[in-house]
């Protein structure tokens, strides 16, 4: 059946087109742009009101329990809550219970999120053998089976041999590498970043300097084997600094950031409020600020919910014993309005890191309003007023930061390969 989606705002960042339009799906795909009131027909028609259609946002950084950690979230309420939020493709990250270190669990857990018949569902595969940093994992094999990226999440590989051959063995398939830089000897132990905050509060911390260390390491190492390197999450205006020079220098480095740090900073810890104990630690103002002006200027190619369900009983805890990390597959369109709204920072250039920028990283159709595109859409008001209420939230945890904060921006309808998965 064709679906038309006519009298739309289109926002495609792939093409900087913001204007009046429709568009054509048959078969799932997209077969047909027209920009301005050209009349557009099909077997089922949206009229979608002059709501904002744009592609259906691509999250590289999402974290479920599945397999392992059913409890925290399986793929099918990580699945849900993506639909919700508009987010139309997920990247599971390599950390669950087996990790995803062979093809076999690649394999898994695309097959298991293909049958629930939600969202995409992309693995990225472990870098080394069950993240443990010490013996490199089967990344030709897991590229083949389809996975997206190489990563340990948040375990650093501390061993500067390793991840050089890890970098050199990549190069090999063109694969993309991703560490998310911080000193381990500097950080460990730490759940603030060190200053007059994390002294009054009593807090284990770490100086913001471990992140730029370890990215000057990562980036040598860049250097010597000419890898595809994502600085995955990163949060301080120092390593912002590092990143762009290593860009002068012409290196193939791409950054994402969690889109908490680029709505709060450390004071949103407040009394020891553990739904803001994330890793890595919310930062000084003066690098949430340094953040958006990356966004803003196209540093940053990727915007994640870096979403890490925790339950109750592991954040109702002293705020240096809480589990790190916060869901927000549902609230990642909203929160990242804020920088539109609030920021002034142009609708394309916000969707852009959401959509055609991690396509574009990751070697995706997805993420563009073209013919022969994928059908993965989101329709959604910009200005409608949310309040996020965690309990609502379709994860099965609801750790959100964002809990009771006032948002703009609504979900109406997401588009997967031209089904409807969600709509108000």
């Known amino acids: 059946m064709s679906l038309a989606v006519v009298n739309a705002r289109l926002l495609d960042p792939a093409s900087d087109y913001d204007g009046p339009g429709a568009v054509l799906v048959e ?43 059913e409890p925290k979230e399986t793929l099918k309420s990580a699945s849900l809550a993506a639909a919700a939020g508009g987010v139309t493709t997920i990247v599971v ?14 394999d898994f857990i695309q097959r298991r999120g293909a049958a629930l018949g939600l969202v995409n569902v992309r693995a990225a595969g472990a870098a080394t053998k069950g993240r443990g940093g010490s013996r490199m994992a089967e990344i030709g094999l897991m590229h083949e089976a389809g996975a997206l990226y190489f990563t340990d999440g948040d375990h650093v590989i501390a061993d500067s041999r390793v991840l050089s051959r890890v970098m ?114 919310l930062r000084p103002e003066s690098d949430r600020r340094a953040l958006i002006e990356a966004v803003r200027d196209g540093l940053i190619e990727a915007i994640t919910s870096a979403h890490a369900p925790a339950p109750a009983e592991d954040k ?28 002034g ?12 920028g991690p396509a574009s990283l990751l070697g995706l159709e997805a993420g563009r309003l073209a013919p022969g595109a994928p059908a993965d859409l989101v329709l959604f008001d910009p200005g409608a007023p949310v309040i996020v209420d965690a309990d609502a939230l ?25 089904r409807t998965v969600h709509a108000l």
């Open 168 to 281: 050199s063995y990549a190069t090999a398939f063109n694969a993309l590498i991703a560490c998310r830089p911080a000193d381990p000897w500097l950080s460990e132990g730490a759940v603030a970043t060190s200053g007059e905050l994390a002294t009054r509060l009593g807090l284990p911390s770490a100086p913001a300097i471990a992140e730029r260390i370890q990215l000057e390491r990562d980036l040598a190492l860049v250097e010597q084997t000419g890898v595809r390197f994502l600085v995955d999450q990163i949060s301080t205006e120092g390593a912002l600094e590092v990143l762009a020079r290593a860009r002068g220098r012409g290196l193939e480095v791409a950054a994402s950031v969690s889109i908490n740090h680029l709505c709060f900073n450390e004071v949103d810890i407040g009394d020891y409020r553990t739904f803001y104990r994330l890793d890595p630690p």
């Open 345 to 356: 920072i142009d609708l394309l250039d916000v969707l852009r890191p959401l959509t055609e």
């Open 394 to 418: 379709r994860s099965k945890s609801k750790n959100s930061p964002f809990d009771g904060r006032r948002l703009q921006g609504r979900v109406a309808r997401t588009v997967v390969a031209g």
């Open 27 to 69: 078969d799932g795909v997209i077969t047909l742009v027209e920009h301005g009131g050209a009349p557009i027909r099909g077997e089922q028609v949206i009229d979608a009101g002059g709501l904002c259609l744009t592609p259906g946002l691509i999250d590289i950084r999402v974290r479920t329990g599945e397999p392992g950690a």
């Open 316 to 343: 109702r805890r002293p705020f240096a014993e809480a589990a790190p990390g916060a869901v927000g597959l549902e609230t990642l369109l909203p929160a990242a309005l804020t920088l539109h709204h609030e920021e």
């Open 93 to 106: 990250q390599p950390d669950t219970d087996p990790a995803v270190d062979d093809p076999a669990m690649v």
